[in-house]
């Protein structure tokens, strides 16, 4: 059963930018659309957008509201994707959740990771 | 606020069945397959409904999905204490080109 696992710094200043990696072992990183989705502090689940390599071609969809400010990107090597996300605010405070994306759902999730913008 | 309405919060009893509703519009629901995710507090959100009806492995046939025009609904039977959580409806939108999420509703087992 594949596994995810985000890591990256808990704590970003405002106006630099955000990092963050997921991991992903027991599966292969080159199928499937591998999808990043963020949970601010007691409110619901936003997606961020996606990175594919189905077609031998990285692919990227990102949410029309942050696709200014959103990089992912995929290492087939390492069996990893990234998030960069830049010039953060405090409302880019959230818990950021990797996911699989298999058709139209989710169906692999990491754990999450919290990361506060504060100065 | 979501492009998708759920109600806010849900309860019933120990061993009865609650509906939880998700409402959209032709560029959602209408159009695009229906999932259903379980949060438990604290937790990562746990794939219950994919493709608006179908259960992946391992999720219980308490849960059931269906949809017509632009409301889906997910239910759960024989409630138990372990399924109080946060439920969220996903589904792609054609207008926006983005997935989106409704607001989640919680659901409480008295």
């Known amino acids: 059963q594949v596994q995810l696992q985000e890591s990256g710094p808990g704590l970003v200043k405002p106006s630099q930018t955000l990092s963050l990696t997921c991991t992903v072992s027991?599966?292969?990183?080159?199928?499937?659309?591998w999808t990043w989705i963020r949970q601010p502090p007691g409110k619901g689940l936003e997606w961020i957008g996606y990175?594919?390599?189905?077609?031998?071609?990285?692919?990227?969809n990102y949410h029309p509201s942050l696709e200014s400010r959103v990089t992912m990107s995929l290492d087939t090597s390492k069996n990893q994707f990234s998030l960069r996300l830049s010039s953060v605010t405090a409302a880019d405070t959230a818990v950021y959740y990797c996911?699989?994306?298999?058709?139209?759902?989710?169906?692999?999730w990491g754990h999450g990771t919290l990361v506060t913008v504060s100065s | 606020q979501s492009v998708l309405t759920q109600p806010p919060s849900v309860s019933a009893a120990p061993g009865q069945k609650v509906t939880i509703t998700c409402s959209g519009s032709?560029?959602?629901?209408?159009?695009?397959?229906v999932s259903w995710y379980q949060q438990i507090p604290g937790t990562a959100p746990k794939l219950l409904i994919s493709?608006?009806?179908k259960r992946p492995s391992g999720i219980p046939d308490r849960f059931s999905g269906s949809k017509s025009g632009t409301s889906a609904t997910l239910g759960i039977t024989g409630l138990q204490t372990g399924d109080e959580a946060h439920y969220y409806c996903?589904?792609?939108?054609?207008?926006?080109?983005?997935?989106?999420f409704g607001g989640g509703t919680k659901l409480t087992v008295l």
């Open positions: 996911a699989r994306g298999a058709g139209d759902d989710f169906d692999s």
């Open positions: 027991r599966g292969s990183i080159s199928t499937y659309y």
């Open positions: 990175i594919s390599s189905i077609s031998n071609t990285d692919i990227t």
């Open positions: 032709n560029s959602n629901v209408e159009n695009n397959y």
């Open positions: 493709d608006n009806d």
């Open positions: 996903g589904v792609w939108d054609s207008s926006l080109s983005a997935r989106v």
